[in-house]
């Protein structure tokens, strides 16, 4: 299995600010990105998946450099209710083409302050 | 709706008991899953099922036994569990088993092993 690396933060921003997170993956035959969003104790959440030509869902952006292999996630005008652990996620880590799970990287830590 | 349920939402157990968690998706999906995560760490994939038949088992201790009975529910079967098996159990589920498929995630069940 390959790894998916994240900076655990965590990372304190005040309200209204722009925040950044990255992402980097080893298995270059990965398929699939995505973040996840998960607040304490409760499940996993689809955020956004990733595309090569990059994304945006209103004040979040995503960003895939298969070249680099690296997915960013951009947040603007940050809401207290952002707080909460973003995990960067990759499919097609686990084989090549077959059926396929989940690999979760260990998540970044997101605390807006008021 | 992508809703994912699982039952119980808790469960404590000792060591010589069995019991069964159990996933229900009425999304038509063809793959599901059983995700392990532990304290301040992310899932971890178990099994995968991809058209009710067993697609990957990550290495799974024996006293893991996953069970698709037909395309919307999953079960595992728990016997002989150790304390260090208490964690959070989340099923998923996703369109398919490959490529860009999203998962989603059922609330967990929160299993406390004495």
């Known amino acids: 299995r390959k790894e998916v690396e994240q900076d655990p933060g965590p990372f304190n921003v005040p309200e209204g600010a722009t925040v950044a997170f990255n992402c980097t993956y080893s298995n270059s035959a990965s398929q699939s990105f995505f973040w996840y969003r998960q607040d304490c104790r409760k499940e996993p959440k689809l955020l956004m998946s990733?595309?090569?030509s990059g994304n945006e869902d209103g004040r979040f952006t995503a960003q895939l450099n298969r070249a680099s292999q690296y997915i960013s996630l951009l947040i603007r005008d940050s809401k207290l209710s952002d707080s909460a652990t973003y995990l960067c996620v990759v499919n097609g880590a686990y084989s090549g083409g077959g059926a396929d799970g989940l690999t979760f990287g260990k998540g970044t830590h997101l605390i807006i302050q008021p | 709706d992508t809703e994912v349920t699982q039952t119980p939402k808790h469960l404590v157990m000792g060591m010589t008991n069995k019991k069964s968690l159990k996933c229900e998706q009425h999304m038509g999906h063809r793959a599901m899953y059983w995700y392990k995560q532990k304290a301040k760490k992310p899932p971890e994939l178990m099994f995968v099922y991809s058209y009710e038949k067993l697609s990957i088992n990550e290495s799974v201790p024996s006293r893991f036994s996953p069970e698709c009975p037909n395309s919307s529910l999953l079960n595992l079967h728990l016997h002989a569990l150790q304390p260090e098996d208490s964690a959070l159990y989340l099923c998923?589920?996703?369109?398919?088993?490959?490529?860009?498929?999203?998962?989603?995630f059922g609330q967990g069940t929160r299993l406390t092993v004495v």
């Open positions: 998923a589920s996703s369109r398919v088993a490959t490529g860009a498929a999203e998962a989603f």
């Open positions: 990733v595309y090569s």
